[in-house]
Nanobody, 120 residues
Framework: QVQLVESGGGLVQPGGSLRLSCAAS????????MAWYRQVPGKEHDLVAQ???????NYADSVKARFTISRDNAKNTVDLQMNSLKPEDTAVYYC??????????????WGQGTQVTVSS
């Protein structure tokens, strides 16, 4: 059974920083792309940032130059460093990973979500 466990959310003032972490555990052959999404009430998940197994990254335009995604392949973890936070970054943040469980089979997994609130 594969699980993604997130940590690091909370309340921060505008201009502040937070670091989110996500750890994958279970029977994992290989982790392909890892990503962070966010969701506000009444809207779909929006991609925030993603990173592939080689370290290639992709960011939503709204977070470029403020957020940094990184991963540790040996530990099966992915982090999101969020700087210069704005009130519009307030959302529930979800970790996502595309995990190969055996040769020829991979599927997406999601974390439970962590609340990030940016407010003075």
């Amino acid at each position: 059974q594969v699980q993604l466990v997130e940590s690091g959310g909370g309340l921060v003032q505008p201009g502040g920083s937070l670091r989110l972490s996500c750890a994958a555990s279970g029977t994992i052959l290989r982790i392909n792309t890892m990503a962070w999404y966010r969701q506000v009430p009444g809207k779909e998940h929006d991609l925030v940032a993603q990173i592939d197994a080689s370290g290639f990254t992709n960011y939503a335009d709204s977070v470029k130059a403020r957020f940094t995604i990184s991963r540790d392949n040996a530990k099966n973890t992915v982090d999101l460093q969020m700087n210069s936070l704005k009130p519009e970054d307030t959302a529930v943040y979800y970790c996502n990973a595309n995990i190969r469980l055996r040769v020829g089979y991979a599927r997406d997994y999601w974390g439970q979500g962590t609340q990030v609130t940016v407010s003075s």
